[in-house]
């Protein structure tokens, strides 16, 4: 290889190069005591993210410095970027009036978020401080349940009505972009206001003037209504990857936008929601969130799971006599209970991302079923297999067994690990299909509950084959 090349491979070896530290820089600007006019503008050659990532190490003096120099306008974008509960502390500190500028000034369904989360008293000051428009956007928002895409949807869209000139609705989109910066996708109506069709921006900016707007709208362009559920329509909306989708009511007038932020926010919660429920939550926790309120999420499926946990201690002592006669077996007891529940786990997480599909069909459930069923199998086999011959020549080197001895048990503990591990990832499947079925979320069959369901298989399974293979068939008992 020449040098040059060898160089080159180096290169291509090395450390990523350092990112710039936005944040220490910004902090530096911010303190720097310069002049406003020099602050604003080095300010503009930031993010309003990075700029609401540093405000906590600010102080309160300096906070206040900046809330003047860039204005509630300019404010308001960057809170739109904190969590919600910074983003309330922060407001505490700019006095009422200022709140509510900087909340109107807000996406709609950014400041509903924090609305929300304020106390209601100070939340109902601050909205009748607003303008009749921004209360109307924020109450339509808040009008609408939290499993709703109503409720997710921002007002912040250009609309023009059918039958303009290319002339024209360019006109209208420059007049409506003064307050309304999401403008990659104009919407159409008819004549009584329904929703027609999209036009995209970039076929609106090249199209030539006489050019008819009839020809460059998408009258097929996809939609969702205001009342369907968030868990109904998700797929639908990341299979288009739009920018922006419109949100109609029932009367097919778009009331709103749902951006492609606003559904990577949502499956974003989802994800978060169906995890929790997974680890046997009620619901999803924060790291600053009260021990009272994480017991209270914790403690309801605890309970349920106390109870079945009763039920498999209730049949381990249905067989006492069969680990009194054969006592080697309780050393293997936790590996088949093991391996039944990351069986069963494994095909619970399968089936609830397969059962994110409304439209599947029975047909579909069934394969799902018969394929878990397999999968479960061939696992079962080859690591039934494995514990056969290394189980077996354990107990024939450690334990001064003989060789049949040894083989019939490790034999048992592999046929047992077959059907259990089969078995196992069939309720994994079966269990959350029955809870879609009876429209209930299918998250519920949580992680914990597969597994208890499945110790319980495994028990019975196992035990069961040990009494019948190496004690009443084999003659084995008493060892």
């Known amino acids: 290889m020449s040098e040059k090349n060898e160089k080159a491979v180096g290169s291509m070896k090395g450390s990523v190069p350092e990112r710039r530290d936005y944040g220490q820089e910004l902090k530096q600007i911010i303190k720097s005591g310069a002049a406003p006019e020099a602050i604003r503008e080095k300010l503009e050659d930031y993010h309003e993210n990075d700029i609401a990532s540093v405000l906590d190490d600010l102080t309160r003096e300096e906070r206040a410095r900046l809330y003047r120099i860039l204005g509630n306008e300019q404010t308001s974008e960057i809170f739109s970027y904190l969590e919600d509960e910074d983003a309330i502390e922060f407001l505490d500190e700019v006095g009422a009036q200022n709140a509510a500028e900087i909340l109107k000034s807000m996406d709609a369904d950014d400041a509903v978020d924090i609305l929300d989360e304020m106390e209601a008293e100070q939340a109902s000051r601050l909205v009748g401080m607003m303008d009749e428009e921004s209360r109307h956007d924020i109450d339509l928002i808040q009008s609408y349940r939290d499993d709703e895409i109503g409720s997710r949807m921002t007002t912040n869209f250009i609309r023009i009505a059918r039958g303009l000139s290319v002339t024209e609705a360019m006109r209208e989109l420059v007049t409506q972009a003064a307050e309304h910066d999401n403008i990659s996708t104009i919407y159409v109506e008819d004549g009584d206001g329904g929703f027609y069709g999209a036009i995209d921006l970039k076929d609106l900016i090249i199209a030539r003037k006489f050019t008819p707007l009839e020809d460059l709208i998408i009258n097929s362009y996809p939609f969702v209504y205001a009342k369907e559920t968030i868990d109904s329509c998700i797929e639908d909306l990341k299979d288009y990857s739009e920018d922006s989708i419109p949100v109609l009511d029932n009367a097919r007038r778009i009331l709103g936008v749902i951006t492609s932020q606003d559904i990577v926010e949502v499956v974003d919660e989802e994800m978060g929601?169906?995890?929790?429920?997974?680890?046997?939550?009620?619901?999803?926790?924060?790291?600053?969130?009260?021990?009272?309120?994480s017991i209270k999420k914790r403690l309801p499926w605890m309970l349920v799971l106390l109870v079945l946990g009763l039920g498999v201690s209730a049949v381990v002592g249905v067989f006492e006599k069969v680990v009194a006669q054969l006592t080697i077996v309780i050393c293997f007891q936790s590996l088949i209970l093991d391996m039944a529940g990351?069986?069963?786990?494994?095909?619970?997480?399968?089936t609830i991302r397969v059962l994110m599909d409304e439209n599947l069909e029975g047909r579909r459930k069934l394969q799902l079923v018969l394929k878990e069923m397999r999968v479960g199998a061939a696992n079962g086999l080859l690591l039934g297999t494995v514990s056969f011959l290394c189980i077996g020549f354990y107990i024939l080197?450690?334990?001064?067994?003989?060789?049949?001895?040894?083989?019939?048990?490790?034999?048992?503990i592999g046929f047992a690990l077959l059907l259990a591990m089969c078995i196992s990832s069939v309720t994994g499947t079966v269990i959350p299909i029955f809870?879609?079925?009876?429209?209930?979320?299918?998250?519920?069959?949580?992680?914990?509950?597969?597994?208890t369901v499945n110790d319980l298989v495994a028990v019975v399974t196992y035990y069961g084959l040990t009494w019948l293979l190496l004690i009443n068939l084999s003659g084995f008992g008493g060892k």
Do not use: M, R
């Open 342 to 350: 990351n069986a069963g786990t494994q095909s619970l997480a399968v």
């Open 397 to 412: 080197l450690t334990k001064g067994q003989t060789a049949g001895f040894s083989f019939a048990v490790s034999g048992c």
């Open 435 to 451: 809870f879609h079925k009876i429209k209930v979320d299918p998250a519920v069959a949580s992680g914990p509950l597969i597994t």
């Open 273 to 293: 929601e169906d995890y929790a429920k997974l680890a046997g939550l009620t619901a999803e926790e924060d790291l600053n969130e009260p021990l009272v309120e």
